[in-house]
């Protein structure tokens, strides 16, 4: 029985990290993908998006919707046929692959005349080591909300991996 509980105590630590340290970013965090007149591009700045992220795009829904494009589209904001759109207003996007993305507000002139847009730059922590951070983000963190989101993931995950261990230790 022991040694069943350690078997699947590792399976969960060795399988746990993967789970445990993915976001789910929201864009715009509180004011979500609702303000013609923010910038985007700023908010996701100091960010790392990593392989295994999502992008959550919220929104009243009709008033806003969701493309995702290329670089000359983002670019010149050309607007994708709209059976292409995301439009539920709580639109989530797995970040599947590393490589830039772009995303667009294809509604009326969202884009064009208030730069409703957003360009990521998605990393594979298996391909090295993430860019280097901005100016903004090496600041040290003057509270715990400027942390972010993955350090209350990353302390969560380190008591979980430290309660495994012991317990294992316990009942072996």
Known sequence: MA???AI??????VALPSVALATQWTVGDGIGWTNI???YNAWAQDKV??????????YPAGNHNVFKVNMTDFQQCNIPPPNEALSTGHDVIPLKTASVKWYICGI???????NQKL???????????APPPTAAAAAPPTNKSSLGPNALISSSFKILAAAVVALVLITV
Do not use: M
């Not at 998006?49 to 919220?58: E, H, K, Q």
């Not at 009326?108 to 208030?114: L, R």
């Not at 360009?119 to 080591?129: F, L, Q, Y």
């Open 49 to 58: 998006f990593r392989v295994g992220d999502s992008l959550l795009f919220s």
């Open 3 to 5: 040694s069943r509980f």
């Open 119 to 129: 360009k990521i730059t998605v990393v594979d922590d298996a391909e090295g080591p």
């Open 108 to 114: 009326a002139e969202h884009c064009a005349k208030n």
């Open 8 to 13: 699947l105590a590792i399976v969960a630590l």
């Open 37 to 39: 007149n923010s910038d």
